[in-house]
Nanobody, 123 residues
């Protein structure tokens, strides 16, 4: 089981940016995939998740309306798109896999974690 987050980098305020989470493992096709972020000096925060077939999406309160998440099942990849980025969106973004299909946004729901990818937003 492996999750590989990528796409981090430097963005200007107001720009959009897309991350990717490629996952592999014989069971992860049936898992929900989610994203969390951790800003410097802050606790890790739920961002978004999508269920196994892409029919349901879930968002954290701080990003609802700003971020969208999609899933390409053929490519085993999940894409969160971050719009209108602001400096407070600067964080390490992590993807994770959950066997649950309705996500409440708690870390305990997720069984597998990938490494983080850093997004830095400059003003």
């Amino acid at each position: 089981v492996q999750l590989q987050a990528s796409g981090g980098g430097l963005a200007q305020a107001g720009e959009s940016h897309r991350l990717s989470c490629a996952f592999s493992g014989r069971t992860l096709g049936t898992y929900a995939i989610g994203w969390f972020r951790q800003a410097p000096g802050k606790a890790r925060e739920f961002v978004a998740a999508i269920n196994w077939d892409g029919s349901s999406t879930f968002y954290g309160d701080s990003v609802r309306g700003q971020f969208t998440i999609s899933r390409d099942s053929a490519e085993n990849t999940v894409y969160p798109r971050m719009n209108s980025l602001q400096p407070h969106d600067t964080a390490v973004y992590y993807c994770a896999a959950s066997p649950f299909q309705r996500i409440r946004g708690q870390e305990a729901e997720f069984s597998y974690w990938g490494q983080g990818t850093l997004v830095t937003v400059s003003s």
